[in-house]
């Protein structure tokens, strides 16, 4: 099945400097990948997801990168602020196994003012 | 997401004790999942639900069962056989039964075991 890993388990940086958190799938056939944020105690939440028809997209401060032929994609904060803290999971599907999603391990993210 | 509730958000159980985790969505979606998610470690599928009267086994679905009797619900019971159930338990749904489609969770339930 889907293997995905996760790197840094955590990273701290401070308010106003990028983050960037890496995900590495094993299964060519995966073509979702979705990217949730976790505060404490609270439930995942999709803040942005990529298709393997596109290589980059982004939102305000927030942006994918995906490199298929490496099987590896990145999420990028730019302008980081404190409300940004959190847990960060990255996801791949694999396309024939409906929306079955695999999940990487997860990355807490701490911003310090 | 906020059309997905769970309940209870706190549940305790005893020892040889089931115990039923309640999920409902009123977004019309046909598939619902549920999620096991440990400290330090990402969500695992216990089971999913494509269809109404139809689910799949997940990647831990041992010690846990599943209906899906009504499209809005889909109920996970912790059986006795589950011999670390302690975790944090997050139902999803999403709009469509294929690949690719976004998920959206409920609040999620914490149960302890006395």
């Known amino acids: 099945g889907e293997n995905v890993e996760q790197h840094p388990s955590t990273l701290s940086v401070q308010e106003g400097d990028s983050a960037v958190i890496k995900c590495t799938y094993s299964?060519?056939?995966?073509?979702?990948f979705p990217w949730y944020k976790q505060e404490l105690g609270k439930r995942p939440q999709l803040i942005i997801d990529?298709?393997?028809?596109?290589g980059e997209k982004k939102d305000q401060r927030i942006a994918v990168t995906l490199n298929k032929t490496a099987k590896h994609f990145s999420l990028h904060i730019t302008e980081t602020q404190p409300e940004d803290s959190a847990v960060y999971f990255c996801?791949?599907?694999?396309?024939?196994?409906?929306?079955?999603?695999?999940f990487g391990t997860g990355t807490r993210l701490q911003v310090t003012l | 997401d906020g059309g997905i509730t769970q309940s209870p958000k706190y549940l305790f159980r005893k020892e040889g004790q089931n115990v039923t985790l309640s999920c409902e969505q009123n977004?019309?979606?046909?598939?619902m999942y549920w999620y096991r998610q440990d400290p330090g470690q990402g969500l695992r599928l216990i089971y999913y639900?494509?269809?109404?009267?139809?689910?799949q086994k997940g990647d831990i679905a041992e010690g846990y069962s599943v209906s899906r009797e009504k499209k809005e619900s889909f109920p996970l019971t912790v059986t006795s056989a589950q011999k670390n159930p302690t975790a944090f338990y997050l139902c999803?749904?999403?709009?469509?039964?294929?690949?690719?489609?976004?998920?959206?969770f409920g609040p999620g339930t914490r149960l302890l075991v006395l």
């Open positions: 999803a749904s999403s709009n469509h039964r294929g690949p690719q489609e976004t998920q959206y």
């Open positions: 996801a791949a599907s694999m396309a024939g196994t409906a929306s079955k999603l695999t």
């Open positions: 639900s494509q269809i109404v009267n139809d689910f």
């Open positions: 977004l019309n979606h046909d598939a």
């Open positions: 990529i298709r393997s028809n596109v």
């Open positions: 299964d060519s056939a995966s073509n979702y």
